[in-house]
């Protein structure tokens, strides 16, 4: 009976160069993942020079004036014809 049993280990293929870029994709993916949330989560402090930028008045010039609303365009004359009888 103790012969009948096989304790080798399973032969397990070598992985091919697909799988190899499969694997290591899919760890890229994942610590780019992972860097994308704490990007989002802790809070990123401003540099000096951006806000001194935001503190300056601003001219005349750079003030951009307000477009008309869009019910102001819509409005326009309706063009009136005469009923056919």
Do not use: W
């Not at 080798?8 to 499969?22: A, Q, R, Y």
């Not at 992972?34 to 540099?47: G, N, Q, T």
Request: aromatic share 8%; hydrophobic share 35%.
């Amino acid at each position: 009976m103790a012969a009948e049993l096989d304790f080798s280990p399973p032969e397990i293929p070598e992985p091919t160069f697909m799988e190899n870029v499969l694997r290591y994709g899919l760890f890229f993916g994942a610590i780019f993942q992972l860097i994308c949330v704490l990007a989002i989560i802790l809070p990123v402090s401003k540099s000096h020079k951006t806000d001194s930028d935001t503190c300056e008045p601003k001219n005349s010039e750079t003030v951009k004036k307000p477009k008309a609303t869009a019910a102001q365009i819509s409005k326009k004359p309706k063009k009136e014809t005469k009923k056919k009888r």
